[in-house]
């Protein structure tokens, strides 16, 4: 099994930057593909994008593609969201997620889940 504890979340502004960080405790970090989701009010989760477990390869939705990063420290066992340039619509609550796996989109498809922080970007 794993923990997951996301931080990071606040309150930005339009264009703005954050730094969401997800700490992992339990089973070696490194043996999970790991993933970022939201979810926004009234709206199913959605997938962000993920990380494969040597850190080397990611892939995101469109809707974030070139904005947003993911990266991992194993080392640390923390995985990273870097986004930029944030709009109103990034507005939700960010979860991180691990799999052993294989890498997928689908929300029912990660067995771990963080509780999440909030991420509100202001007009």
């Known amino acids: 099994q794993v923990q997951l504890v996301e931080s990071g979340g606040g309150l930005v502004q339009t264009g703005g930057s954050l730094r969401l960080s997800c700490a992992a405790s339990?089973?070696?970090?490194?043996?999970?593909?790991m993933a970022w989701f939201r979810q926004a009010p009234g709206k199913e989760r959605e997938f962000v994008g993920h990380i494969n477990r040597p850190g080397d390869s990611t892939y995101y939705d469109g809707s974030v593609k070139g904005r947003f990063t993911i990266s991992r420290d194993n080392a640390k066992s923390t995985v990273y969201l870097q986004m930029n340039s944030l709009k109103p619509e990034d507005t939700a609550v960010y979860y991180c997620a691990a799999r052993l796996d294989f890498p997928g989109i689908l929300a029912r498809e990660y067995t771990y889940w963080g509780q999440g922080t909030q991420v509100t970007v202001s007009s």
């Open positions: 339990g089973r070696p970090f490194s043996s999970y593909i």
